[in-house]
């Protein structure tokens, strides 16, 4: 690979999520940025993730298609149609809005074979549902491929499916970064280099044998950083809908503010506890490459945002920062056998996993035989259905200890306290404890690392918003 030192023209990957392409205004304010960082200010490579809440629908649809529901389907096509029109209306010249309405068409019509075909089969497969998630980008890189030609500029649409090499856990896959990177180099490398714009789909890619696979939650994050990994960019950019990682969300906290600089490790911390503008497995490929990754608002393109780095400045602020995670179930399963506590939790863990659910959260004490389970709402009608789906293996013993009885059930959210307290030797798990303890609120399950400078809390989703606001004042992390 190039040393991107030498380069004259810095090569930069912009990464774009889904409020960032959620409607007509959001495609043209992202082709705005894109045309502004081309020509001599730059070469750009973008990756772009569905538009605002696809994935979920489409996900949504295989899992009711499999479960005979033709309806719902037929109405996440519509309803996909419908939204990737409006914006093709107004922001594609004839030429390209013709070739943009005939892809489509194509699109949508697999899509609605491959509903039919979980309808048929009773069942959605890691594999299928990879296969169906994987259209949102496909529609996205098209159609924003499409408005920068309008524009005038040079772009192409190219699949991941096509350069990126993972194995075949599906919902989750691996990158296989040798391959990965030859494909990079000879597909992306020549379009950069005679100018022209390549647009990426994030999230989804396949095995060596062409079998389509995605890269688990955030996947759009991660295409980003093994793209840039693969070009030897010079930065990852990633677009949001807020000015970088902040010391709380903004949207519930007026003072919080913008981390200026962080190091890997700290920005690795901060997305495993639920930030939601990164991903923790974004960081891996840009760590091994030693490029700078920043965090920007699409909305706001002119805040310099979060600097991402392996060595960050001496003189910057360091402050602890307040992560919540909403729109999440706690769920109380359990078969009524304490003898079998441990081995319940991890079938349950197991089961959980293969099928790509994620546990943000769970518990289990001494003097309850019941399993504690935090997962994203949207899943809970999944997760029911899969612990209480005993397996045709059920000889092995395997599936003997699964939960059969949902015991409870609540709506809830996980707030988590970050970062180093600044020189307080008490550490942020202390002075978060002591913070909680004047503030009336229910905490139903708490984590915490073995360092003390994180802590997580479970509590009733009503609280959320002003437990944050008593966090961020009683730890002083207001603006200054």
């Known amino acids: 690979m190039a040393d991107h030192k030498t380069k004259t023209i810095p090569v930069v990957v912009h990464k774009f999520g889904g409020t960032s392409v959620a409607d007509t205004s959001c495609f043209a304010r992202v082709a705005e940025i894109i045309e502004q960082q081309g020509g001599p200010n730059g070469r750009p490579i973008v990756v772009v993730s569905a538009m605002a809440d696809v994935t979920d629908a489409l996900i949504r649809g295989a899992r009711l298609a499999a479960e005979g529901d033709r309806s719902e389907p037929a109405g996440v096509v519509s309803d996909l149609e419908r939204r990737h029109t409006a914006v093709a209306s107004e922001l594609l010249d004839m030429s390209e809005r013709m070739l943009f309405q005939e892809a489509l068409r194509e699109r949508l019509e697999t899509l609605r074979r ?11 497969t890691p594999r299928s549902r990879d296969a169906v998630t994987g259209y949102g980008e496909q529609l996205s890189a098209a159609l924003l491929a499409g408005v920068l030609r309008s524009r005038g500029l ?14 075949d856990r599906f919902g989750a896959a691996a990158p296989q970064m040798i391959p990965t990177g030859m494909r990079i180099q000879q ?24 079998i389509p696979t995605t890269l688990g939650r955030s996947g759009s994050d991660r295409t980003a950083a093994i793209v840039a990994a693969g070009i030897d960019a010079d930065e990852v950019w990633i677009w949001t809908d807020v000015d970088g990682i902040l010391t709380a969300d903004p949207h519930i906290v007026a003072g919080a503010s913008t981390l200026e600089e962080l190091s ?3 920005a690795a911390n901060l997305a495993r506890f639920g930030a939601e503008v990164l991903h923790p497995r ?5 760590i091994a490459s030693g490029i700078p990754l920043r965090i920007l608002n699409s909305y706001r393109p002119e805040h310099p945002g979060t600097r991402i780095v392996a060595r960050p400045s001496a003189d910057r602020r360091v402050s602890p920062a307040i992560v919540s995670a909403t729109g999440m179930r706690l769920l109380a399963v359990g078969n009524g056998d304490e003898t079998q506590r441990l081995l319940t ?27 504690g389970l935090v997962v994203r709402a949207q899943d809970r009608d999944h997760v029911i259905s899969l612990l209480h789906h005993r397996s045709s293996d059920a000889g092995s013993g395997m599936s003997n200890a699964l939960p059969d009885a949902l015991q409870s059930e609540e709506e809830v959210s996980i707030v988590s306290v970050i970062g180093s307290p600044g020189g307080d ?3 942020i798990a202390s002075l978060a404890f002591a913070a909680l303890g004047k503030h009336a609120v229910r905490v139903i399950a708490v984590t915490q690392a073995v360092s003390s ?24 992390l207001e603006r200054r």
């Open 114 to 124: 491959l509903y039919e075909s979980l309808s048929v089969l009773g069942e959605l």
């Open 282 to 286: 974004t960081i891996l490929p840009v």
């Open 264 to 266: 890997y490790d700290e």
């Open 154 to 167: 040079d772009a192409k649409a190219l699949s991941a499916t096509g350069l990126i090499v993972t194995n």
């Open 345 to 371: 939790a991890a079938q349950t863990l197991r089961r959980l996993s293969e099928a790509g659910i994620e546990v943000c959260m769970f518990s289990q004490a001494l003097s309850d035989s019941n399993l």
């Open 425 to 427: 030797e008490r550490g």
């Open 187 to 210: 597909q992306v490398t020549p379009q950069v280099d005679r100018g022209t714009i390549p647009v990426i789909t994030g999230y989804i890619a396949a095995t060596e044998s062409g």
């Open 453 to 476: 400078d994180s802590v997580s809390f479970c509590i009733p989703a009503s609280r959320v918003d002003d437990t944050i606001c008593f966090l961020h004042r009683e730890l002083a």
